[in-house]
């Protein structure tokens, strides 16, 4: 069973970085055939896809974040990474990582997302 | 960005009837890449219907999606209790991956 996991701070001081961990298990993440991927749920319920990576590095980011976003990969810890740059109260969401197979363009599996409060 | 409206916004419904719920796209999306997502409270989204029409492993073969172009439907053909929540179509033909604002099932 296929089962994605989130991890880091819920709380973040403006100007900061927001930092979060998503592990991988009953999956390789160097398959090749999905993308991992970060999606953002504001508390208005909107979704944002935020970003993905592929097991080779590369890298596909929302063009509304992408000064200030950096997803990495680290295939041999089952793992991959969300940083978030200069963060405000706009980016205070629930935070998801999901698998997205390159096949079908969809999000079969997501995280139980962490909440990101961004406040003084 | 191709921008996803979905239709209507809350649908009130009593279990046993059809729910039918719109998604429109402002740009012309693959087939291959519009799915469909169901969200309870306190929960991540699930995979319900990808690829415009194929139903994700373990969904129940009440729901049924259709369209083609800029218009594609989720159809639920006899509401369950469970069936009640906020259900989202998704695109990725074109970059950004980008959800619709979501549906709201309630029951009434």
Request: hydrophobic share 30%.
């Amino acid at each position: 069973q296929v089962q994605l996991q989130e991890s880091g701070p819920g709380l973040v001081k403006p100007s900061q970085t927001l930092s979060l961990t998503c592990s991988v298990s009953g999956d390789s993440i160097s398959r090749g055939n999905s993308y991992w991927n970060w999606v953002r749920q504001y508390p208005g319920k909107g979704l944002e896809w935020i970003g993905n990576i592929y097991y080779s590095g590369s890298t596909y980011y929302n063009p509304s974040l992408k000064s200030r976003v950096t997803i990495l990969v680290d295939t041999s810890n089952h793992q991959f990474s969300l940083r978030l740059t200069s963060v405000t109260a706009a980016d205070t969401a629930v935070y998801y990582c999901a698998r997205l197979r390159r096949s079908a363009g969809a999000f079969d599996i997501w995280g139980q997302g962490t909440m990101v409060t961004v406040s003084s | 960005e191709n921008v996803l409206t979905q239709s209507p916004g809350t649908l009130s419904l009593s279990p046993g009837e059809r729910a039918t719920l719109s998604c429109r796209a402002s740009q012309n999306v693959s087939s291959t890449y519009l799915a469909w997502y169901q969200q309870k409270p306190g929960q991540a989204p699930r995979l319900l219907i990808y690829s415009t029409s194929n139903r994700a492993t373990g969904i129940p073969d009440r729901f049924s999606g259709s369209g083609s172009g800029t218009d594609f439907t989720l159809t639920i053909s006899s509401l369950e209790p469970e069936d009640f929540a906020v259900f989202y179509c998704q695109q990725y033909g074109s970059s950004p991956a980008t959800f619709g604002q979501g549906t709201k099932l309630e029951i009434k």
